[in-house]
């Protein structure tokens, strides 16, 4: 089978593919990343996982696979105060995957794979993938492309520490400014099997967490070779579904 690009297909050879082929639609964040990464990072690092995992399943894959433009923007309104953040509302970012998910099946497509490369867009994948597969019937996969490895010894993902910047090194380093190490972090209070939302938190943090300075481009590499990998393997088992 093969990997055909959304946005350099013709309208004939969509309509041809789209009912059994499987579509990978990435999608990312325009925030701040702390002192050292560029605000494009999640968008980076999701596109470049999504595009290089395709073209590697695309020999292997029972169907053709399309792989649409990543979607740059993303729910980041908690990184709205550090400035440099381009952000969508939840209920915003909700409605634009479901409206491209619901176009998706207007196009007569049938599946559909979310990947995401930004922690706050979690929530708007898993139901914005509810509420379209139910209402349309698209066959929706979500997949967060960081849990696709388990590497030891660095906070997975974090937040522009050690793994998205050894990732960025591996990627775009050029994308990557001078790193420092940094003040110990405060201790957090938390309470277990709770998840709270502080606004306060970020702030505290100087919106970035762990240490990007022990990130390398070798680690990363490895990292972002290990997500393709994965990924691949993935996307290869959801096109022998029926």
Not at 103 to 109: F, N, Q, T, Y
Not at 195 to 219: Q, V
């Amino acid at each position: 089978m093969t990997m055909l690009r959304w946005q350099d297909s013709t309208r004939a050879r969509l309509r041809e593919v789209l009912p059994d082929g499987l579509v990978i639609l990435p999608m990312g964040a325009i925030e701040q990343h702390g002192p050292h990464l560029g605000t494009g990072t999640d968008t980076v690092l999701a596109g470049t996982v999504a595009e290089r995992a395709a073209g590697r399943a695309a020999d292997r894959a029972d169907r053709d696979l399309v792989l649409a433009p990543v979607l740059p923007f993303g729910a980041s309104d908690h990184h709205l105060p550090f400035g440099g953040t381009l952000s969508l509302s939840v209920p915003t970012a909700l409605a634009v995957v479901s409206d491209l998910a619901r176009s998706v099946v207007e196009s007569a497509g049938r599946r559909l794979v979310l990947v995401n490369g930004h922690g706050g867009n979690r929530g708007v994948c898993h139901a914005a993938a509810s509420a379209v597969s139910s209402r349309h019937g698209l066959t929706v996969t979500v997949v967060h492309y960081w849990e696709l490895l388990a590497p030891a010894g660095a906070p997975v993902p974090g937040h522009a520490g050690e793994f998205e910047t050894a990732m960025m090194l591996a990627t775009a380093p050029e994308l990557v400014a001078d790193r420092s190490p940094r003040p110990p972090l405060p201790e957090e209070s938390t309470v277990e099997g709770c998840d709270m939302h502080d606004p306060k938190a970020w702030l505290r943090i100087d919106g970035y967490t762990d240490e990007p300075a022990a990130a390398t481009a070798e680690r990363g590499a490895r990292w972002l070779e290990e997500c393709v990998h994965a990924l691949a393997d993935r996307l290869v088992r959801l096109a022998r579904l029926p």
